[in-house]
C-alpha cells in the first residue's frame, strides 16, 4: 500500500510536469509563429529598402550624367580677372547651369 501511495504521488508529480511541459510548449509556438511573421515583415522591408536604394542610385547616376554632358556641351569660361570667382549652379531640370559671379 505504502508502494503504491508513493507511486501515486509520483504519477501526480510528472501529469503536472507534463502540463507545465505543455503549456510551454504552446507558448513558444506563439512566440516562434510571431517571430516568424515579424522576420517576413522586416524581409519585405529590407526588400523595398534595397529596391528603393537601386532606384536612387540610379537616379543619381542619370543626374551626374547630365551634369557631365552639360559640362562638355557648355563649357564655363573663364575671365581674365583674378579678383571674380566662377560657381556652377545645376539645376534641376535639363536647361543650362546657370554662372553667378562674387566680388571678393
Not at 547630365?66 to 552639360?70: A, G
Given at each position: 500500500a505504502e508502494k503504491k501511495l508513493k507511486l501515486e504521488e509520483k504519477i501526480t508529480v510528472l501529469q503536472q510536469q507534463n502540463e507545465e511541459l505543455r503549456a510551454r510548449i504552446e507558448q513558444n509556438t506563439v512566440i516562434t509563429r510571431q517571430l516568424s511573421e515579424e522576420n517576413a515583415n522586416l524581409q519585405e522591408y529590407v526588400e523595398k529598402e534595397m529596391e528603393e536604394k537601386k532606384k536612387l542610385s540610379k537616379t543619381n547616376e542619370e543626374l551626374l550624367w547630365?551634369?557631365?554632358?552639360?559640362d562638355a556641351v557648355s563649357p564655363v569660361k573663364?575671365?581674365?580677372t583674378s579678383s571674380t570667382s566662377f560657381y556652377r549652379c545645376s539645376s534641376a531640370n535639363?536647361?543650362?547651369a546657370k554662372v553667378r559671379t562674387l566680388r571678393q
Open positions: 547630365k551634369l557631365q554632358e552639360e573663364l575671365p581674365s535639363s536647361s543650362p
